[in-house]
């Protein structure tokens, strides 16, 4: 029988945890982040259970489901041979429900709670792992974020998507909480596949040092050639494009504008100028739609100078992806893509109390967003992309003047 008292065994059952999130989905929210800790915690207490028998071997898994409060939980229950086996994180044989999983969870991986509470939880359900295996854990999780910041990029890209992700993080010495900033950079590579390419915390608010050197990493790492960069208007940012890709093409997010339309615009000059712009968007000839919204903000101007002038001056930047094939239209027109993601971090920074506890633990619950979505969602080619590969390679070689692309 497998002895009680477990510390490096689990220890070492632990480090390679790892391993196993690796070829699994990561997280959608905090309930897919449970089962793959669940799963692969119980797998790996059947390995070391077998290492203290010769006559018993593994023997497939069952499925079993829990109720939490995040949701029904599916779990794969890993079978011994002789029917000697039973993961400690299992609960008692016709129980469907225990609150304190969900305890768990958020202690294991954000460290929402302290030291003592974490502690309690982990005796509370007979489980025999420590605080340092726990904090192993979390550490390797980490250190798998900084590799996935540094890996190395493709050279072309078609497009990427920039957004910012206003948060909270606490500083562990002084225990102030601060704003903070996360810069998150999407790309869709030439073979048509989603990947963020990175993702930068700041303290502080966007300005335009925060954007050179989010988009100098990318060019450290191999980025050298986009067609297309898709963002909001930050400050700096639209600078900052056109000094380090001048020909890349920058699309101003189209939803933003008809939002900043209503902001400042009175309800029904507001209404009529996005029903013009939702015209507009329809165009199939970039310099039309260009010289028909110039036109339209002259019949505004008189009333609001300022944000007339403003919205003018970037008027190249509103329509440019009128100038691809309408079917990718829709993809580029909009930063929807990357506030899909930070809306999920946003789910993770509300379930953790407000606020992310460290950089530390920031980059942890980034990192498991992005393996789940590189794992699940991403998985395949954007089918927009693969019907009009062969235009977008060709506009590509001619743009940078280069005779093939890889």
């Known amino acids: ?74 779990l794969v229950i890993p079978r011994d041979r002789l029917g000697q086996f039973r993961p400690f994180l ?8 225990e609150q304190t999983y969900d305890d768990l969870l958020k202690s294991l991986v954000f460290h929402a709670y302290s030291p003592n509470k974490i502690r309690s939880i982990l005796h509370s359900l007979g489980l025999p792992y420590s605080i340092d295996d726990i904090e192993e854990l979390k550490n390797e999780l980490y250190q798998r974020s900084l590799e996935f910041k540094s890996r190395q990029l493709d050279e072309n890209v078609f497009c ?48 335009r040092t925060h954007w050179l050197r989010a988009l100098n990493d990318l060019i450290k790492r191999g980025l050298k050639r986009i067609l297309v960069i898709v ?66 903000c002259t019949q505004y101007q008189d009333k609001y100078p300022s944000f007339i002038e403003y919205i003018q001056k970037r008027s190249d930047h509103y329509f440019a992806f009128l100038q691809y094939s309408r079917s990718l239209q829709k993809h580029i027109y909009t930063t929807n893509i990357v506030e899909n993601v930070n809306s999920r971090l ?23 967003l992005v393996e789940k979505l590189q794992a699940d969602r991403w998985r395949k080619a954007l089918p927009a992309f693969l019907e009009n590969e062969y235009e977008v390679l060709q506009l590509f070689k001619s743009r940078f003047a280069i005779d093939s692309v890889q």
């Open 160 to 207: 990427l998507y920039i957004d910012a992700y206003h948060t909270q993080l606490k500083d562990p010495e002084t225990s102030k909480i601060d704003k903070a900033v996360i810069h998150t950079v999407i790309g869709i590579d030439l073979r048509g596949k989603k990947e963020i390419y990175g993702y930068y915390e700041f303290m502080g608010s966007e300005n």
């Open 90 to 97: 299992l609960p008692d044989q016709w129980q469907r429900g």
């Open 1 to 74: 029988m497998l002895p009680q008292t477990l510390n490096s065994q689990q220890q070492d059952a632990l480090q390679s945890i790892l391993n196993q999130i690796n070829s699994q989905d990561s997280i959608h929210g905090l309930k897919e982040i449970n089962e793959i800790f669940l799963n692969a915690l119980m797998k790996k207490e059947r390995d070391v259970f077998l290492r203290y028998t010769d006559s018993n071997k593994a023997n497939g898994y069952y499925d079993r489901t829990l109720a939490s409060g995040l949701g029904k939980i599916d």
């Open 231 to 296: 963002s909001d208007d930050f400050p700096g940012l639209t600078d900052a494009v056109q000094t380090l890709f001048p020909k890349t093409d920058h699309q101003l997010c189209f939803i933003h504008l008809q939002r900043n339309v209503r902001r400042n615009l009175g309800k029904q000059d507001a209404k009529v100028f996005n029903d013009a712009l939702s015209s507009l968007k329809m165009n199939k000839n970039y310099d039309a739609a260009k010289s028909a919204f110039n036109s339209l």
């Open 346 to 368: 946003e789910v993770l920074r509300v379930n953790l109390g407000g606020y992310f506890q460290s950089s530390k633990t920031l980059n942890v619950a980034v990192q498991v």
